[in-house]
């Protein structure tokens, strides 16, 4: 389209006659790039400069071999992104950005290019419009309405017009349609922030793009424990964090030998591995792991017979016991001898068993425990217990098991995003509970984005320095939904989990208790 | 009589030896005849004063006119006679087997014949027949012994009734001096009639009418005159006569009968030619009551023995008039449906467990028994009974006498009790195994892990939930609901009660699905409607029918109950039946072992209860259950008890309220198991978590970690 030394000349001359080389030699991106090409500033010198750009720069070009330098880093990046645009990219929307196209590095060799070289870089990596780019995908995925109405409402509570402030792309969750996004939000929209990446395809790619491109990227998807960039965060609580308020739950409780009962469907793995590592440091036994068939009931019956040493092929002496005791007990009092009757106790030497799944696999545990003669143990998990389902119908022996989750009270959620509690202020009805969710990670994970447009004046590679952060990872550090947003040294958003209890309400009823924090 | 004989031989000697010379001969004559005038005289005088003290000392002159009044008012001995519903004979009860015939029912052949061999001047003679007593006087000096008899009817009456059989003189001076008293008294007609009724015939009988239904299958009114004949050669010995085991015999002595016919005029020689010439057919005597509704009618005779205790003149001889509620035409059906499913019974026969044979010791399969008993819920009717397969093989009544175990047939009870207390259909309930007080019933199919509305667990009689719902409500409350429902039978106050480990009798179980299906009005069985005697006086009748009846269950629970009873037919342990769900409802039931095996259904205007099983609560296998035992029988009772009795509808009374709802999770849902509401208790639900896990790949609930 825009092909050959002519085309670029021409665009040059036409960027030149509308003061656009102009304001971008002028603007602070070409000291920066220099700057950062030329001298290693710390990042408060940098953010000196960058808050406060000097207008006097001398318009001279970098020398050749720091022009080679700057291309070579950022030039085949952007030169693959344009590449991969979608082809409706309006040409006229990119304030002269295709040249990107026609670069090479002999550009760097002519004083006149090479300032072209460097002002091409300049305005794509350093100018922002102040806009926060949304890459999602759509479909049918209603969870995805859900986070845009978060962010939109969460825009207006920081009085900012969602229509304005959001460039909302579709990646239909698909590589190429992810990078057709990108391409659009750097070269057409110059966001200054991006967030998406909920299904790992496209989190993929932008996780890959971000440092490449210099563009501060919030991707709402689980951490994967990578290599931290400047560039990348995650704005999604990990279930790291759930199983660490796990432990500290069972500290708590005093509950200091644990079973581990976790599914084989990996749906729970991460967090039963989290919960292992963190219950070693913590000094809580893990003394049996067994994994169960959650389709299959005598899966989990072998494996509830296995924690409580249930299986007769292991106790054969105590099984002798109790027949030689009934078989006694009939001849005494002439009653029927009745073999089926006879049932080994469980031999119970845990102090609470964790149970990483679904609230009703949770009750169907509880009473297949109850089956077995076990009458009272504490069971604990996670945020798939939380439902009304849990203590409806109620059973008693759930009265004492208590399970954490990345929200708190339903009531304490920020107003715009709070839903109606008929029942209970840390329930809702199922069909509330997934906009309930997606509503408060899209609250929090578009926090810091929108505070990042708006630092307009800011070089945009440089706003990821704005990001704010805490070392302070303890539960209390970002208490309930409307704490104040940071992130971990790693980039993670610090997230602070709840616990919850259960007690019976009457005698009849339960309910679920917040406790901590 | 030899006595008698010789007295009158002692008077008549002097006349016989009278002789001696004219003048001294005379004198002497004179005074030996003065002497012996005197002597006779007073000999005479001495021997009847003698006569005439012995004789009173007989009691010949006070003879008790009470006895002539009784004989007159003779309360004749008759069978008590069961009629159904449609006044159509079906059972008979007595001690001795009486038909009575009055005289005017008697035909006159008979008569004639009778009169003939015993009495052949019965109808003139004044109690005695004097050539009668001579001939066999006469008989008796030629014999030394009594070849004749001079025994008129009448005396014969006397010894039967008022006097007893000895031989004696004195008796016999008695006998004659009853027999003249009698017939000052009764007329020959009555004389006839009290003697042909009450006379033993033999084979079991007793009078005329007895006889002629018991040798001839036949009234009195339609024998023959052979018949007649034989009857009437009867009386002389009836055991020596009994056509039943010695016909050549009683032959000989109906031919002897038609010859005195025949001797006395009554008959012509051709006619008595005829008669002999005729060929006896006798029938062999069935029991009345084994004809049909053969259990029913003992039941009957039960309760009216229970009856007599406060109705003394309710015996069975007394010719009671027994009318009861049994329907002919749906006993019928109930017997063919049962005898319909014979092969698959017998089929199953050789799957129970094994017993071991009274007579050989040998171990043998159990038999496979079946009863039906049929109600109307309306009033309590017992419409039909069957209390086995084979009557004549056992007549054990099963629907009465049986304490067997319900099963999951009870189970109303509980859901009954859950909803009063507030519980209600769409109420959802894990399915995992249980144990009470080491008490573990177990699923029919294992059927855990999964979720349930209490609905879907009645109709699909998931014993789990039950204890659960057990648990929750409480036995004592469930045994006190039963007691209320009908179930007389004592119930254990134990968890196992609610699946229906508690004995109980079918009477039990129609009582209280009628009170289902009478819309909570719980209406007392009852088969006798009223009794009278044999002349149409009543002596009993039932309570009215609004006394028979008590509230006992609110309406709209009656109806939510029927409705989920309808549902155990549509989508349930009765779907093979689900087309029958539109008029009809019911429950299965299977004890441990599958040695009860039930299905009770109804209708708004039927009950009917059906149980196989063995006598010996033996095991029985190959999945035998109240579905594929009990069902298919009820099945075809109620489908054809439409033929009979219209099928209507269950009416919905106010207050209730429908809604489709998930049948496993309870929340509101288009498209989902129709279910019935108290207004005041309905499911406001709309959605579940759990039927959101159900729609996550990974089961899981929330969505947040899916990656």
Redesign the interface.
Same mark, same amino acid.
């Given at each position: 389209m825009f092909s050959g030394i002519k085309t670029l000349a021409l665009l040059v001359t036409m960027a030149n006659s509308s003061g656009v080389i102009q304001a971008a030699t002028k603007t602070p991106a070409a000291t920066v790039i220099s700057s950062s090409s030329q001298t290693k500033s710390t990042p408060d010198s940098t953010q000196k400069q960058a808050s406060a750009p000097s207008p006097t720069l001398a318009p001279q070009p970098p020398p050749e071999d720091t022009c080679l330098k700057l291309y070579n880093k950022f030039m085949p990046n952007l030169k693959e992104l344009w590449s991969k645009r979608a082809q409706d990219l309006r040409p006229e929307n990119t304030d002269g950005y295709a040249l990107v196209e026609d670069m090479t590095p002999e550009h760097c060799k002519s004083e006149d290019t090479r300032r072209e070289v460097i002002k091409l870089l300049s305005t794509i990596l350093n100018n922002h419009s102040g806009k926060v780019g949304v890459i999602l995908p759509s479909g049918s995925r209603i969870y995805v309405r859900h986070m845009v109405d978060a962010f939109e409402a969460k825009a207006r509570e920081e009085n900012l017009d969602p229509k304005k402030i959001f460039v909302i792309i579709d990646s239909m969750a698909k590589p190429e349609k992810t990078i057709q996004a990108l391409a659009a939000m750097v070269f057409e929209h110059k966001v200054s922030a991006i967030i998406g990446g909920t299904e790992p395809a496209e989190a993929s790619v932008l996780r890959t793009w971000a440092p490449r491109l210099m563009i501060p990227t919030f991707l709402m998807l689980e951490p994967t424990g990578a290599t931290p960039t400047p560039f990348v965060y995650y704005s999604y609580p990990s279930q790291k964090i759930l199983a660490e308020a796990a432990v500290q739950a069972n500290l708590r409780f005093g509950h200091k030998r644990i079973s581990v009962l976790s599914p084989t469907d990996q749906h729970s793995a991460r967090f039963v591995a989290s919960y292992t590592d963190a219950a070693k440091k913590s000094d809580i036994a893990i003394i049996h792991q067994v994994a169960y068939d959650s389709r299959r009931f005598d899966s989990m019956e072998a494996a509830a017979k296995k924690i409580f040493r249930l299986d007769p092929s292991e106790r054969r002496d105590d099984l002798k016991k109790l027949y030689e005791t009934a078989k006694k007990h009939s001849e005494e009092t002439g009653e029927r001898f009745n073999p089926k009757m006879i049932a080994l106790q469980p031999d119970i030497q845990q102090d609470a068993v964790l149970i990483p799944d679904n609230f009703k696999i949770v009750r169907h545990f509880a009473k297949l425990f109850g089956f077995l003669g076990v009458r009272r143990m504490p069971l604990f998990g996670h945020y798939e217990w939380r439902s009304k389902g849990l203590i409806t119908p109620w059973d008693n022996f759930i009265a004492g098991s208590y399970f954490v989750d990345l929200q708190g009270s339903y009531q304490s959620l920020p107003a715009p995003i709070r839903m109606v509690v008929p029942d209970s202020p840390n329930l809702l009805p199922p069909d509330k509970v997934e906009q309930a969710d997606f509503a408060l990670l899209a609250w929090r994970a578009i926090d810091v984005p929108l505070a990042l447009s708006q630092k307009k004046n800011e070089l945009r590679r440089k706003l990821e320095r704005f990001i704010p952060k805490s070392n302070n990872t303890s539960m209390e550090a970002a208490v309930g939904a409307s704490a104040p947003i940071t992130y971990s040294v790693e980039n993670n958003i610090n997230w602070s989990p709840s616990i919850f209890s259960i007690s019976g309400k009457t005698a009849s009823s339960g309910v679920i208790n917040l406790i901590a924090p | 009589m030899e006595t008698e004989s010789k007295l009158k031989m002692n008077v008549i000697l002097p006349d016989a030896n009278l002789d001696g010379s004219p003048s001294r001969r005379r004198t002497v004559i004179k005074t030996i005849l003065r002497i012996t005038i005197l002597f006779v005289v007073i000999s005479s005088i001495a021997i009847l004063a003698i006569g005439y003290k012995w004789i009173s000392a007989l009691g010949v002159f006070q003879l008790d006119k009470a006895r002539i009044t009784t004989l007159e008012n003779y309360n004749y001995r008759d069978n008590s006679i069961v009629f159904d519903s449609e006044q159509r004979k079906i059972g008979e009860f007595f001690d001795r087997y009486h038909v009575f015939v009055p005289y005017s029912d008697l035909p006159a052949d008979f008569v004639n014949a009778l009169v003939s061999i015993e009495d052949a001047q019965f109808f003139n003679h004044k109690g005695i027949d004097t050539k009668a007593i001579l001939r066999a006087i006469i008989a008796r000096l030629r014999s030394d012994s009594f070849s004749q008899g001079a025994s008129t009817i009448t005396q014969q009456l006397v010894r039967n009734t008022i006097i007893n059989n000895e031989k004696s003189f004195e008796r016999k001076i008695i006998e004659i001096a009853w027999a003249l008293e009698i017939e000052k008294h009764l007329s020959k007609e009555k004389i006839l009639e009290l003697y042909v009724n009450i006379m033993f015939l033999g084979n079991g009988s007793y009078g005329v009418g007895a006889a002629a239904h018991r040798y001839f299958g036949k009234d009195i009114r339609q024998i023959s005159k052979a018949e007649g004949a034989l009857i009437a050669g009867l009386f002389q010995s009836p055991s020596r006569y009994n056509p039943a085991k010695y016909p050549e015999r009683a032959k000989t002595r109906q031919l002897m009968v038609i010859e005195a016919m025949r001797k006395n005029r009554f008959i012509s020689d051709k006619e008595a030619k005829a008669i002999a010439s005729e060929k006896l057919s006798y029938k062999e005597y069935k029991y009345f009551n084994t004809q049909a509704a053969s259990w029913f009618v003992d039941y009957i005779a039960d309760v009216i023995k229970k009856l007599k205790n406060e109705h003394p003149m309710l015996s069975k001889n007394s010719g009671l008039r027994i009318y009861t509620t049994l329907d002919q035409n749906l006993q019928t059906l109930a017997e063919r449906s049962i005898h319909w499913y014979d092969a698959n019974l017998n089929d199953i026969s050789a799957r129970t467990g094994k017993i071991r044979d009274n007579l050989t010791g040998k171990l043998k399969n159990a038999t496979i028994e079946a009863s039906m008993l049929v109600t109307d819920p309306t009033n309590g009717d017992i419409l039909a009974m069957v209390g086995g397969r084979n009557y004549q093989k056992s007549q054990f009544n099963r629907t009465t006498s049986a304490l067997r175990s319900p099963g999951s047939a009870f189970k109303p009870i509980v859901y009954t009790e859950a909803l009063i207390q507030g519980f209600k259909w769409s109420?959802? *309930? =894990?399915v995992?195994? *249980?144990?009470i007080e +080491?008490y573990?019933p177990k699923n029919m199919e294992?059927d =855990?892990?999964t @979720?349930t509305t209490m609905m879907r667990a009645f109709y699909k009689s998931m014993n789990s939930p039950t204890i659960e719902i057990a648990t929750?409500v409480g036995i004592p409350a469930i045994i006190e609901r039963a007691k209320s429902l009908g179930l007389r039978s004592p119930l254990k106050q134990e968890f196992g009660s609610a699946l229906g480990s508690s004995d109980v009798t079918m009477m039990d179980l129609a009582r209280m699905y009628g009170t289902f299906a009478n819309n909570g009005v719980l209406s007392e069985l009852g088969s006798i409607t009223k009794i009278t005697n044999a002349d149409g006086d009543l002596l009993w009748e039932r309570r009215p029918s609004d006394s028979r009846k008590k509230k006992v269950l609110n309406e709209q629970i009656a109806y939510l109950m029927t409705q989920g009873m309808r549902a155990v037919l549509t989508s349930g342990t009765g779907a093979k039946s689900a087309d029958l769900a539109k008029h009809a409802a019911g429950k299965t039931g299977t004890s441990n072992d599958s040695s009860d095996n039930w299905f009770c259904g109804f209708t708004p205007n039927l009950v009917s209860v059906v149980w196989v099983g063995t006598d010996e609560h033996a095991p029985i296998y190959a999945h035998a259950s109240g579905s594929a035992l009990a069902l298919p029988i009820w099945d075809q009772f109620i489908r054809n008890s439409y033929l009979y009795r219209a099928p209507k509808t269950f009416e919905r009374p106010d207050g209730i309220i429908e809604a489709s709802i998930h049948p496993r999770y309870g929340h509101k849902i288009a498209g989902g198991a129709r279910m019935y509401f108290l207004q005041s208790n309905q499911p406001m @639900?709309? /959605? /579940?978590?759990? @039927?959101?896990?159900e729609h996550t790949s @990974?089961? /899981? =609930?929330? +969505?947040?970690?899916r990656?």
């Open positions: - | 109420d959802m *309930i =894990y995992s195994p *249980i144990n +080491n573990r294992d =855990y892990l @979720e929750k @639900e709309t /959605s /579940s978590a759990l @039927e959101t896990i @990974e089961g /899981s =609930y929330r +969505n947040v970690f990656h």
